[in-house]
C-alpha cells in the first residue's frame, strides 16, 4: 500500500499567497496599529503617575505632546509603505533597476507619487511644528508653590 502525503491548504491570509499590494496595506495597518497600541500603553504609564508626583496640569500638557508626536511618528512610518503600494512591484535589491523602474512608469502615475511624496511631507512638517510648540510649553511650564 501506498501512503498519500497529507495536502496543505492554505489559508486566505497567508503571506505566501499574498500578492505585493496586500503585504504593502498590511504593513501599513500592522505599523499603524503598532504605534497606536505603543502611544496607549506610554499614555496609561503618564496617567498612572499619582498627581503628588506630576501637577495635572503639566500631565495634561505631557500627554498632549505625547499626541503629537504619535501623530506625527505614525504619518511618517506609513509613508513609505504608500509609496511602494504606489508604485507597484519591482526589484528592490538592485537600486539600478529601482531606478530605471522610476523612469519607465507612466506619467500619471509618477505625478501622482510626487503628489502624494509633497503632500506628505507638509504634513510632517505641520505635526512637526505641532511637536515642537508642544515641547517648548512643556519644557517652559514652571510650577511654583505646588506641593
Known sequence: PHLALPTIRAMPGDPLLMSANENERSGVLMSDLAAKHITVLIKGLVV?????????????????????????????????????????????????????????????????????????VKEIIEFGQNVYQSAISLINMVSYGVA
Not at 503617575?49 to 504619518?75: D, G, N, W
Not at 528592490?92 to 519607465?104: F, G, K, P, Q, V
Not at 507619487?113 to 509633497?118: G, S, Y
Request: proline share 5%; glycine share 2%.
Open 48 to 120: 498612572l503617575i499619582p498627581v503628588r508626583t506630576m501637577a495635572l496640569k503639566r500631565r495634561l500638557r505631557l500627554l498632549q505632546f505625547l499626541e503629537y508626536t504619535s501623530h506625527t511618528f505614525r504619518c511618517t512610518i506609513a509613508a513609505p509603505w504608500w509609496i511602494m503600494y504606489f508604485l507597484g512591484p519591482f526589484n528592490t535589491s538592485d537600486s539600478a533597476s529601482a531606478l530605471i523602474y522610476l523612469h519607465e512608469l507612466p506619467l500619471a502615475k509618477t505625478l501622482f507619487v510626487c503628489t502624494f511624496i509633497i503632500l506628505k
